[in-house]
Structure formats: C-alpha cells, structure tokens
C-alpha cells in the first residue's frame, strides 16, 4: 500500500515531533484523493518551500496518524507524530 502524501502546515507543531494535522476525519491527498484517517495510519506530510535560488524543494516528513490527546487545540481531532527522520527538504531525500 503505497503511503498517502498530505498537504500540512508545519508551523503548526505542537511538540518536536507532533503537529495538528486535522480537525475531521478525512483529509484531501496530494492527488485530490479524499483519505480517511485513521489511528495509527502511516502518511507523507509536505510544507511548500523554497531553497536558497528559489527553487521548489518542499518540506518532507513521515509519521503516523493519532489522535489529538495533546490537551491543545481542541478543535483539531488527528495529529501526525513524526518520525525519527524529522522534516527534511525533498532534494534530501
């Protein structure tokens, strides 16, 4: 099963290795494609960014999907915890 990459904003992080990623169940793929998120879901984030020269090099992360038992933004019902990878630039990977 091929890992579905989700569009995120990486400011906003909870923690080092947590951020809000959703306040519903379903969230929209890279390719338009509705995903139901689920407890322990294994997802790509990515941010837009830009290098040095202003060339697109995205911001890239793994992690899987939890639920927000953070205490924080009650609003938001799934997190994505970040792998030990953290967030790195495509041209990285």
Request: proline content about 1%; hydrophobic content about 35%.
């Amino acid at each position: 099963m091929n890992e579905s990459k989700i569009y995120i904003d990486f400011n906003e992080m909870i923690a080092c290795d947590l951020i809000l990623l959703s306040k519903t169940d379903f969230k929209k793929d890279a390719n338009g494609t509705t995903i139901e998120l689920k407890e322990g879901m294994k997802i790509k984030v990515y941010m837009d960014d830009k290098d040095e020269l202003g060339k697109t090099d995205n911001l890239i992360a793994h992690g899987t999907v939890e639920p927000n038992n953070s205490g924080a933004f009650k609003t938001c019902k799934w997190n994505i915890r970040i792998d030990k990878n953290g967030i790195r630039h495509e041209s990285e990977l």
